[in-house]
């Protein structure tokens, strides 16, 4: 079945440091995916999407391309701040069917 | 984008009852959902809930402990049946609309058994 692999953690970087989150994915056919975002206490809620090869999604400086050759959605940020510490997940959804993967804990110090 | 009312926010239960959730979206959908996640966990997915027919469950999931009602487009319900301390979680309602668009979450249920 459809699965997605994403680099586990936990992350710790100062602030205004690079981030990459790896996320690497398998599934038949033509999937959406996203990242989601959990701040503590919260539901999760959604960061960005890419529903076909090669569309960027972005939002709050965040990025990630979808690869299809490398079956790959990763997360990246230029400079990061104290309030992006929080738990990032990446998600493909496929005939309405959703997976995740196991979540990274991203913790910023100022 | 869908608004999802999840009730209750928390509950501290008694083993051995049963706690019933409520997810109310104030759109109609056509999928909705029941997540649940363990504390530092991922998301595991317990059931789909199509309206007018039934819940399709992962592996390790059963209607018994685990029923489901989805009686119209913007509701349903998952009851967390005979309790025990290793059903503690988060239970997360999710929502999306066709195949293959982003899903929609609640806020989340924290239940602990005690």
């Known amino acids: 079945g459809d699965s997605v692999t994403q680099m586990e953690g936990p992350v710790t970087l100062s602030e205004e440091a690079f981030l990459t989150i790896n996320c690497t994915y398998t599934?038949?056919?033509?999937?959406?995916l996203f990242w989601y975002v959990q701040y503590p206490g919260e539901g999760l809620q959604l960061l960005l999407k890419?529903?076909?090869?090669?569309d960027k999604g972005s939002n709050k400086g965040f990025e990630a391309t979808y690869r299809k050759e490398t079956t790959s959605f990763h997360l990246e940020k230029g400079s990061v701040q104290v309030s992006d510490s929080a738990v990032y997940f990446c998600?493909?959804?496929?005939?309405?069917?959703?997976?995740f993967g196991a979540g990274t804990r991203l913790t910023v110090k100022p | 984008s869908a608004v999802i009312s999840q009730k209750p926010s928390r509950d501290i239960c008694q083993r051995g009852t049963s706690l019933t959730i409520q997810c109310q979206v104030d759109?109609?959908?056509?999928?909705m959902f029941w997540y649940r996640q363990q504390p530092g966990q991922s998301l595991t997915l317990i059931a789909t809930?199509?309206?007018?027919?039934?819940?399709?469950?992962e592996s390790g999931f059963v209607i018994d402990k685990f029923p489901i009602s989805r009686p119209n487009l913007t509701f349903s319900t998952l009851t967390v049946s005979n309790m025990s301390p290793e059903d503690s979680s988060i239970y997360l309602c999710?929502?999306?609309?066709?195949?293959?668009?982003?899903?929609?979450f609640g806020q989340g249920t924290r239940l602990t058994v005690v």
């Open positions: 599934a038949t056919g033509y999937p959406s």
């Open positions: 998600a493909l959804y496929n005939n309405n069917d959703m997976r």
């Open positions: 890419a529903t076909k090869a090669d």
């Open positions: 999710s929502v999306a609309q066709t195949s293959n668009t982003e899903a929609f």
């Open positions: 759109s109609q959908v056509t999928m």
């Open positions: 809930a199509n309206q007018g027919s039934e819940a399709t469950y």
